[in-house]
């Protein structure tokens, strides 16, 4: 675990045990971070007699009550609902969640496709801290008042098309005209410091900043911001999965950025996200391919029906140096220097090597990240959708068309 992950994982840590939720790690065999998971609970699909399955093979698995597991009103059938199971009374004795999950394989004993969901899965973590944002916000020098990439001239006639962002909420009473269009969850920061400026949380500004970035490629569209990670900077896959289905039926929104994302378990599909285009198949999901500089898959992003947006640098010739990559990636476009709005206030530095300056920001920030790579990638397709209309892989299309193929390196969408 090296410095930085340690530190941003220890924030969340703390913060989900605040709400009685046990984060964890698990680890490769070479000592490095594998994954990070809710402790002492397994995620299902409740399909097939899955549920049955798993509690057979593991006997004392129980069901955690459903008023946990579903949104309010959700009316789904098994098939499409995501259940979680207790292990924490397994006949076998106390076992954390990698070692139960080797149990039930062990005991099902049937070989797995490798298109096949697991059996079970751990309750993976998602994160919109490392894994997105390569680094924490900086102030960009000469205090720009206007974003970077800028924003682009409206259509001459666009249909009107809303952008969901799942995030950590929208800052109030923001000056800046480009937000226009843009509202959602409100993100309150605070408490005021001796300096008369308002403190800054370690998450906060983040949906904020990927709003405006996604409204300078998307100025004809409405954009929602939600709060889904304005706790930690993380969240369980069955929370975040059930809180986008929220936002998808009550809002109808034709394209989702998901600026965050998991390591699996054993590299396999996240099962939670493996719902999404059954469910709602008339909309796109954008997805950040994340900041490890791996070509491990990092999901949703790493699903084919989902579009994977990897980060270049400023040069936009290059693949930005913190930027995950490999066949499943299928975009990618700027992440290093985009300006945009951001939180006023005094921000501390949580992370080596900077923790723990503190600076002042303005309304604005200079931020890295396929974080903001990918919420850039939501606006062009939202624009196309707005502009001709169509379905998501109408947008999808019109996004990889527009990109160039670079030996070396991929689809490259320059701005």
């Known amino acids: 675990m090296d410095a930085v992950f340690e530190a941003q994982f220890r924030a969340i840590q703390r913060r989900m045990a605040a709400r009685g939720v046990t984060a964890e790690v698990a680890w490769t065999p070479d000592g490095q971070v594998d994954y990070v998971y809710e402790a002492d609970r397994l995620l299902v699909i409740d399909e097939g007699g899955n549920m049955g399955r798993v509690r057979e093979l593991l006997p004392g698995a129980e069901v955690v009550p459903e008023d946990r597991q579903r949104p309010e009103g959700d009316d789904r059938q098994p098939g499409n609902t995501t259940m979680l199971l207790s292990i924490e009374n397994l006949e076998d004795g106390r076992r954390s969640v990698p070692e139960a999950l080797d149990l039930l394989e062990e005991r099902d004993g049937r070989a797995r496709g490798e298109d096949e969901p697991p059996l079970a899965s751990p309750n993976h973590v998602l994160h919109i801290t490392r894994l997105c944002p390569a680094v924490e916000p900086e102030v960009p020098s000469g205090m720009p008042a206007q974003p970077w990439p800028p924003q682009r001239a409206p259509a001459e006639k666009a249909g009107r098309i809303l952008i969901g962002i799942v995030d950590t909420g929208i800052l109030e009473d923001l000056p800046h005209p480009w937000l226009a269009g843009v509202g959602g969850d409100v993100e309150r920061i605070g408490p005021v410091l001796p300096s008369g400026l308002a403190h800054i949380e370690q998450f906060q500004g983040h949906g904020t900043f990927a709003a405006g ?128 709005a951001y939180a006023t206030g005094t921000y501390t530095y949580r992370e080596p090597p900077r923790r723990p300056a503190r600076q002042d920001f303005a309304g604005m920030a200079r931020w890295d990240g396929t974080s903001f790579s990918a919420p850039l990638v939501a606006g062009i397709a939202a624009a196309h959708l707005a502009a001709h209309g169509g379905g998501p892989e109408d947008a999808r299309r019109a996004v990889l068309d527009a990109a160039r193929q670079e030996r070396g390196l991929g689809a490259v969408l320059r701005l």
Do not use: M
């Not at 100025?219 to 936002?247: Q, T």
């Open 213 to 340: 970035v996604a409204r300078c490629t998307a100025p004809d569209a409405d954009v929602y911001v939600a709060d889904h990670f304005a706790e930690s900077g993380a969240e369980r896959e069955n929370v975040i999965i059930n809180k986008i289905i929220r936002l998808v039926r009550d809002l109808r929104p034709q394209v989702v950025n998901l600026s965050a994302g998991t390591y699996t378990r054993n590299r396999w599909s996240s099962l939670g996200f493996s719902l999404f285009p059954h469910l709602f198949p008339d909309v796109l999901l954008v997805a950040a391919a994340g900041n490890d500089g791996t070509s491990r898959p990092f999901y949703p992003a790493a699903f084919p029906w989902a579009l994977a947006v990897g980060a270049l640098g400023p040069d936009q010739n290059h693949r930005a140096w913190f930027s995950n990559h490999g066949p499943w990636v299928d975009v990618y476009t700027l992440g290093e220097g985009l300006v945009n």
